[in-house]
């Protein structure tokens, strides 16, 4: 069956290093992928996406990766700040709907 | 510009129950979709629309879960009857139609079953 994987523990890094997160698919062919971030209450809120023919998107302080072939991706934050500190989802899309497959979440802890 | 609206934010009620959440999509986005989140199972796909009509409902847990989606501006999801494991946040996000298209969620209702 399909299976999205992300780190369920919290990754905690100080201020100002770069947060590698990463999302890794089994039995999937993503023709694309978005990253969502989600405070504590809050809905997710859509960071970038990056399709299949892409190795790589960026956005500010924002880094994706994609690489097809290790079926993974990799989101970086450079100069990481605490108020980057939330939960960050990636999400895979099969490129035939408009639905989504989310995995389960990194909880990120930026400290001073 | 508003966003997603679901109501109401929080809703506590005692098992047997009828449950109706209810959401506003972002005026001109024709998908909308409705998730549940769980620490157990994290955000799962419920159903969703594109212009008003049913697409994909597999992941309505059972017969006690439907949607409706009336017309463009509104969608609700009714749990009759209700039970202790369907507490969960409930999301409704919309976008408009298509592959790729980002997704905007409003801020869920958080469920709990007595």
């Known amino acids: 069956s399909q299976k999205i994987e992300q780190n369920s523990e919290a990754l905690n890094i100080q201020e100002g290093k770069t947060a590698t997160l990463t999302c890794n698919y089994t039995?999937?062919?993503?023709?694309?992928l978005q990253w969502y971030r989600q405070d504590p209450g809050r809905g997710p809120v859509f960071l970038l996406l990056?399709?299949?023919?892409?190795k790589e998107k960026r956005k500010e302080r924002l880094k994706v990766t994609f690489d097809t072939t290790l079926k993974q991706s990799l989101f970086h934050i450079t100069a990481s700040q605490p108020a980057d500190s939330a939960t960050y989802l990636c999400?895979?899309?099969?490129?035939?709907?408009?639905?989504?497959?989310f995995g389960t979440g990194t909880r990120l802890q930026v400290t001073l | 510009d508003a966003g997603v609206i679901q109501s109401p934010r929080h809703e506590v009620t005692e098992m047997g129950q009828e449950v109706t959440l209810r959401c506003k999509p972002i005026s001109g986005h024709n998908s909308l979709f409705w998730y549940r989140q769980t620490m157990m199972r994290g955000l799962e796909l419920l159903i969703y629309f594109n212009n008003n009509v049913p697409i994909d409902d597999s992941g309505m847990p059972e017969d006690r879960f439907s949607a409706k989606m009336p017309n463009a501006s509104f969608s609700t999801l009714k749990i009759q009857p209700s039970e202790p494991r369907d507490s969960a946040v409930y999301f409704c996000a919309s976008s408009f139609v298509g592959v790729n298209q980002p997704q905007h969620f409003g801020d869920g209702t958080r469920l709990s079953i007595l």
């Open positions: 999400a895979l899309g099969a490129g035939t709907a408009s639905k989504l497959t």
């Open positions: 039995n999937y062919s993503p023709a694309y």
């Open positions: 990056i399709r299949e023919n892409e």
